[in-house]
């Protein structure tokens, strides 16, 4: 084989092919880890509630400018995602416009705004509020799993009515194959410069948030390369029994949980860091309506985004009323109504403070482990699969 046939190939491995599940699980959870240790926490909806706000602030709803995009650390986590997702859909040829017919349009505005509702009770997405709460060892990821859980079931029941009585056939595609190359590499020399734009500006955060640009950069890219997504390891259980990308997504918690652990006994991270004050309501309430409306939307919080990075246009719509929604509520929550000073929707309860760290991993453990042998059974023997 000539040298040239060998870059083909690894071309065709890392930029082209498919990996699966579980391969983007593990490279998801190091890369987390990694982003922890680094500077903070992964999360999605603050960087999209800062979105939301500058336009809130533009029609005069916030008489403050909320914090500038490029340099508010949640914000550039999503910009950094986008851009390793998009980066991933352009040379893999991928890319291409999207646009769905009427009905999915309609229903990515409600599921939009649902979400947008579901992340502020919750404090978090599927990100935030769950995978991250897990592997921050709070308690309100556990609850708002369980939310999730019967959220997406409600949410699939929705979805077979649908088809029984509403048909969405149509759309339009636009395809850029010709020049996806082209964005890749611009879109590629984009994520260079920022990065070298953080790590040589004066700011004291420019080291950090380059770090955090290149590294979500990376979750970005994996994410789109391995079809990473939460919605589907809920939905696919309980719609076709098919259970691989629910094994990747326990796995991939499993590992994170067990990195920030050791992170937080280090040291390294505060150990309230991303524990919430919403266990266990905000988290349950709020679990079961984001539940849903990702299901109706096609896509969770980073299933949205790296979805909007490979050109459909209807997430691209969930995210706008997504983050328009969720900047609102939380502006009423946090300021008008203070709900989180007066406990209306919980209490922060961080795991370690009751179990030990060592117990409250092993409870952990076994819950991302019986939901693992849950989804494996149920793929088999198909008792909870509610579908066609």
Same mark, same amino acid.
């Given at each position: ?11 065709? %491995? ?161 395809? %850029? ?212």
């Amino acid at each position: 084989m000539s040298f040239s046939e060998s870059l083909k190939g690894l071309y065709q %491995t890392v930029f082209k092919n498919n990996y699966s599940p579980i391969t983007g699980g593990i490279l998801l959870a190091l890369f987390v880890i990694l982003l922890e240790m680094w500077y903070r926490p992964w999360g999605i909806v603050g960087g999209l509630r800062n979105w939301g706000e500058w336009v809130l602030y533009g029609i005069g709803f916030l008489e403050e400018a909320p914090p500038h995009p490029l340099w508010f650390s949640s914000s550039v986590l999503n910009i950094g995602l986008i851009l390793g997702a998009f980066i991933s859909a352009t040379l893999a040829n991928e890319f291409g416009l999207r646009i769905p017919p009427r009905l999915e349009i309609i229903k990515a505005i409600v599921a939009g705004i649902l979400m947008g509702i579901g992340s502020a009770l919750a404090q978090g997405c599927n990100i935030g509020g769950f995978y991250m709460a897990i592997a921050n060892l709070s308690a309100s990821g556990i609850a708002m799993m369980l939310g999730l859980v019967v959220g997406v079931f409600i949410g699939v029941k929705y979805l077979l009515w649908e088809l029984e009585h509403f048909s969405s056939s149509g759309g339009i595609e636009i395809s %850029t194959k010709k020049i996806n190359p082209v964005l890749g590499i611009i879109a590629l020399a984009i994520l260079l410069y920022g990065i070298y734009a953080y790590f040589s500006s004066d700011s004291e955060e420019g080291l950090l948030l380059g770090g955090a640009l290149l590294l979500t950069a990376c979750i970005g890219f994996v994410m789109h390369r391995s079809r990473f997504c939460i919605v589907n390891s809920f939905r696919e259980p309980f719609l076709s029994g098919e259970a691989e990308m629910a094994r990747g997504v326990a796995l991939s918690i499993l590992i994170a949980t067990f990195g920030i652990l050791l992170i937080k006994m280090a040291g390294i991270r505060e150990p309230m860091t991303y524990v919430t004050p919403t266990f266990v309501w905000g988290a349950l309430i709020g679990g079961l309506i984001f539940g849903a409306a990702m299901v109706v939307a096609g896509g969770c919080g980073s299933g949205a985004l790296w979805r909007v990075a490979e050109g459909q246009v209807k997430l691209m719509i969930v995210v706008i009323f997504f983050a328009l929604t969720n900047s609102i509520l939380r502006y009423y929550l946090d300021n008008v109504w203070e709900v989180w000073d007066k406990g209306w929707l919980g209490g922060a309860v961080f795991l370690p403070d009751y179990f030990g760290y060592g117990g409250a991993f092993i409870l952990l453990a076994l819950i991302i482990i019986l939901w693992y042998l849950f989804v494996d059974w149920n793929e088999k023997s198909e008792k909870f699969v509610i579908g066609l």
